[in-house]
Nanobody, 121 residues
Framework: QVQVVESGGGLVQAGGSLRLSCVASGNIVRINTMGWYRQAPGKQRELVAGLTSGGSTNYADSVKGRFTISRDNAKNTVYLQMNSLKPEDTAVYYC???????????????WGQGTQVTVSS
């Protein structure tokens, strides 16, 4: 079994910063991509940032230049540094990890339960 747990959400004023953390634990042979998604009320879940095990990143256009994704492979942890936050960044942020849980198993995505980020104007 694999668990994915996010932390670091909260309430912040516009222009402020937050740092989200996500740890994957359990039966893990290898982790491929780890990423952050968000879902605002009434909207579909969208990719915010992704980071492969090889170090390649991709960001949503709306967060480029403001958010930075990083990873500690030894700790199975991914971070999202969010600067210059805007009210439109308000959402539940979810972490996803693409994990191989055993040598014979295929990679599959595991999701956390989400952490709320609220940006006040």
């Amino acid at each position: 079994q694999v668990q994915v747990v996010e932390s670091g959400g909260g309430l912040v004023q516009a222009g402020g910063s937050l740092r989200l953390s996500c740890v994957a634990s359990g039966n893990i042979v290898r982790i491929n991509t780890m990423g952050w998604y968000r879902q605002a009320p009434g909207k579909q879940r969208e990719l915010v940032a992704g980071l492969t095990s090889g170090g390649s990143t991709n960001y949503a256009d709306s967060v480029k230049g403001r958010f930075t994704i990083s990873r500690d492979n030894a700790k199975n942890t991914v971070y999202l540094q969010m600067n210059s936050l805007k009210p439109e960044d308000t959402a539940v942020y979810y972490c996803a990890a693409n994990v191989r849980a055993s040598l014979m198993a295929p990679f599959r995505d595991y999701w956390g339960q989400g952490t709320q980020v609220t940006v006040s104007s």
